[in-house]
């Protein structure tokens, strides 16, 4: 699986986007990008995946970029509670079901 | 409500003294799987399952065994825990293998003195 860098932290106000970069720069092209999130110990929680074309759902946006060596995680109005720490992985399908967390972004959502 | 559950929540043991951490899902999926988080170490798996009566090591399997009697149930047990065994565990599952969404539990934060 690729390895993906992510910055340690970020701050984010609420009510404003939070744009959570990642890079994958050795990504191939059968490997998905995934995106998880872990509240304070709690287990993990599946947020979003994509494999070139962005994609959206009801919790937030996945913006790839055309080559696919980086992407970007969009949450368009955090809130309190989306402080958390996200973690953004590789993966195809045959490994999908194993899940290697690294260090993630751990975001804080201030008022 | 869709979930995944594991009991206890919290557990004090000591060396040698066998435990069983259970997991269950409502979910009906045929893949669960265990992992453990330890800070620096990030999220490991333990063992795994793709349907009943059918376990698979992952990637630190020692000192652990599991078992796949029915699809909802996937029970971690730690024949003579050890002090390194101390850690946060995680059950998930997922509607199959591959499946992008996997479902975790809550958590059990065990302590081997």
């Known amino acids: 699986d690729a390895k993906t860098t992510q910055p340690p932290s970020m701050d984010c106000a609420e009510g404003r986007a939070a744009n959570l970069p990642c890079n994958h720069s050795?990504?191939?092209?059968?490997?998905?990008v995934y995106w998880y999130r872990q509240i304070h110990s709690q287990g993990p929680q599946y947020i979003i995946h994509?494999?070139?074309n962005n994609e959206t759902n009801e919790m937030a946006s996945l913006i790839i970029t055309e080559d696919r060596k980086s992407s970007t995680l969009i949450l368009p109005h955090a809130t309190l509670r989306d402080t958390a720490v996200y973690y953004c992985?590789?993966?195809?399908?045959?490994?999908?079901?194993?899940?290697?967390f690294g260090t993630g972004t751990r975001l804080q959502v201030t008022l | 409500e869709a979930q995944v559950t594991q009991n206890p929540r919290y557990l004090i043991t000591v060396t040698g003294k066998k435990l069983t951490v259970t997991c269950s899902q409502n979910?009906?999926?045929?893949?669960m799987s265990w992992y453990r988080q330890d800070p620096g170490l990030g999220l490991r798996q333990i063992y795994y399952?793709?349907?009943?009566?059918?376990?698979d090591k992952g990637d630190v399997p020692e000192g652990y065994k599991v078992s796949r009697k029915e699809k909802r149930n996937f029970p971690l047990i730690l024949e003579s825990p050890s002090p390194n065994q101390t850690s946060l565990y995680f059950c998930?599952?997922?509607?199959?293998?591959?499946?992008?969404?996997?479902?975790f539990g809550p958590g059990t934060r065990l302590t081997v003195t």
């Open positions: 998930a599952s997922s509607l199959s293998a591959g499946f992008w969404e996997q479902y």
């Open positions: 050795t990504i191939s092209g059968n490997e998905y």
């Open positions: 994509g494999l070139k």
């Open positions: 992985i590789a993966l195809n399908t045959g490994t999908a079901s194993k899940l290697t």
């Open positions: 979910m009906n999926h045929e893949y």
């Open positions: 399952s793709m349907n009943v009566e059918v376990t």
